[in-house]
């Protein structure tokens, strides 16, 4: 069973840094994918980040490459989101669901796992 829960949301300055943590409490989730997504008010969900079990060739949307990196724990039930340079326009709540085919992580929102999101906040 695969069970995901988000942490690491809060306020932050512009500029600052933030480190998003998504742990799957159930434990089935070592050998799938984990991405990232934000939704803001107002606004459709939008795909931030991807990354396979073994860590391989994670993906990035353009709107925060460079900016954000997403990693695996050595556990591999738990996905990271490094977050620098935060901007005012990052303001969303952010997800991370989990799914066994990257292509799905990556290019749609019908991954089998979601959790319930994390609030962040970007202040000008």
């Known amino acids: 069973q695969v069970e995901l829960v988000e942490s690491g949301g809060g306020l932050v300055e512009t500029g600052g840094s933030l480190r998003l943590s998504c742990r799957d409490s159930g434990g089935a989730s070592k050998n799938y994918g984990l991405g990232w997504y934000r939704q803001a008010p107002g606004k459709e969900r939008e795909f931030l980040a991807a990354?396979?079990?073994?860590?391989?060739?994670?993906r990035y949307a353009d709107s925060v490459k460079g900016r954000f990196t997403i990693s695996r724990g050595n556990a591999k039930n738990t996905a990271f989101l490094q977050m620098n340079n935060l901007k005012p326009e990052d303001t969303a709540i952010y997800y991370c669901?989990?799914?066994?085919?990257?292509?799905?992580?990556?290019?749609?929102?019908?991954?089998?796992?979601w959790g319930r999101g994390t609030q962040v906040t970007v202040s000008s």
């Open positions: 990354i396979l079990w073994n860590d391989v060739a994670p």
């Open positions: 669901a989990a799914d066994e085919e990257l292509w799905v992580l990556s290019r749609t929102f019908h991954a089998v796992y």
